[in-house]
């Protein structure tokens, strides 16, 4: 257990649905990250959140919409995917954003668009 | 913005022997520069990092050496096992979010 939980580890949805990802951290973190994990492709940030602002949006498409209600809980609400969104996202936290400290990672949901 | 290539994509060997992966970076300012080590179905786990006042760090079978003239570090694993097989992330970071490398997929043969 890395204490950065997320829920469902795997979700199959339709183009029309709407739907959300959650991320829970139980170690006190300030900052929180959505990523996206594709085959062969590296590791993309979407969003960085810190002490509940976003601040930054890594030009990820309205179609993802990020929420954090306070530093311990992150969502990402999907509508209207596309098929290649379909893929394992992964969420992270760490004790200061950006990269100075270590980032510790949930165990993902894949999701699957059909 | 930085840019982190990793290579290579793929490493197969024998249980016992030494694996090599090695990654290099665009941004001179680039700091900080963690391992992870991802397994099947499971997130990315830091192993280890390196920070950019620091050319060589050893953490039992594992080390990290950085060249920063060179922008590029590695991650040495000496006496593989098979649990050590997984895949291998680098990044780098310059107090940003960090970069990914693209991964390596290390399979130890027994």
């Known amino acids: 257990e890395t204490g950065v939980t997320q829920t469902p580890r795997h979700l199959v949805m339709g183009m029309t649905n709407k739907k959300s990802l959650k991320c829970e951290q139980h170690l006190g973190h300030n900052a929180m990250y959505w990523y996206k994990q594709s085959a062969k492709k590296p590791l993309e940030l979407m969003f960085v959140?810190?002490?509940?602002?976003?601040?930054e949006n890594n030009s990820v498409p309205s179609r993802f919409s990020p929420e954090c209600p306070n530093s311990s809980h992150l969502f990402l609400h999907l509508h209207t995917l596309q098929p290649e969104d379909s893929a394992l996202y992964l969420c992270?936290?760490?004790?200061?954003?950006?990269?100075?400290?270590?980032?510790?990672f949930g165990q993902g949901t894949r999701l699957t668009v059909v | 913005g930085e840019n982190v290539e990793q290579h290579p994509s793929t490493l197969s060997v024998q249980e016992g022997d030494s694996a090599v992966i090695k990654c290099t970076y665009s941004d001179s300012a680039s700091n900080y520069f963690p391992w992870y080590k991802q397994e099947l179905g499971k997130g990315p786990q830091l192993i280890i990092d390196i920070r950019s006042n620091v050319g060589e760090k050893k953490d039992q079978r594992i080390a990290v050496t950085l060249n920063k003239t060179a922008k590029h570090f590695s991650l040495h694993i000496t006496e593989t096992q098979p649990e050590d097989s997984a895949v291998y992330f680098c990044a780098a970071s310059r107090n940003t979010p960090l970069v990914f490398g693209k991964g390596t997929r290390l399979s130890v043969i027994a």
């Open positions: 959140y810190n002490f509940k602002e976003q601040t």
């Open positions: 992270a936290s760490s004790q200061e954003p950006g990269g100075i400290t270590e980032a510790f």
